[in-house]
């Protein structure tokens, strides 16, 4: 590896509140973020490779994808959207708020082929080692990313297919 990328590796190189009210786009990030990352995102896809403390804080939609350490107090006060963290160090559930969400192992076919495509879309625009890395070595390390899956956010999805359930079912009978 070499030195240039190394210190990307070590060093923040987007700053204190970045992505602060992001309403769209996508954003890869072959670095670090300051703390208060993504705060009040609401559409963006974001992949970074490690943020500060506050980290997603009253998100209420888009994606981010985290390929390092957090800081503490992620999630908090977070109604939408959802992340995916790498918890290579087994002590993620310690840094999040968990007032408002729920951790899942990244274990059904539609979140891996969520995550997958996101880690490869990052490695197209940055050439990570960090993704290339994940993406070779897929089986193991898909096996350490955390979703994180705010509680509302949750309930919203789960009433509105109980709702399209219930169309459903109404128009067969009529």
């Not at 996101?118 to 390390?141: G, P, Q, R």
Request: proline share 1%.
């Amino acid at each position: 590896m070499n030195l240039v990328v190394e210190k990307q590796r070590k060093n923040i190189i987007v700053g204190n509140v970045c992505l602060y009210g992001a309403i769209s786009g996508e954003v890869y990030i072959n670095g670090k973020a300051g703390e208060r990352f993504a705060v009040r995102n609401s559409g963006a896809n974001v992949i970074v490779e490690g943020i500060g403390d506050h980290g997603c804080e009253y998100m209420t939609g888009g994606r981010v994808v985290v390929l390092g350490k957090t800081g503490k107090n992620f999630a908090a006060g977070m109604s939408g959207g959802i992340a995916y963290v790498w918890d290579r160090l087994k002590n993620f559930k310690d840094l999040c708020n968990m007032e408002m969400v729920n951790l899942y192992p990244v274990k059904t076919k539609e979140d891996q082929k969520e995550l997958k495509t996101f880690i490869n879309n990052h490695f197209a625009n940055t050439n990570s080692s960090v993704a290339k890395s994940i993406l070779e070595n897929w089986d193991e390390y898909v096996k350490e990313f955390v979703k994180v899956f705010p509680k509302d956010y949750q309930r919203v999805l789960n009433d509105s297919a109980n709702n399209d359930q219930e169309k459903l079912i109404t128009a067969e009978i009529n």
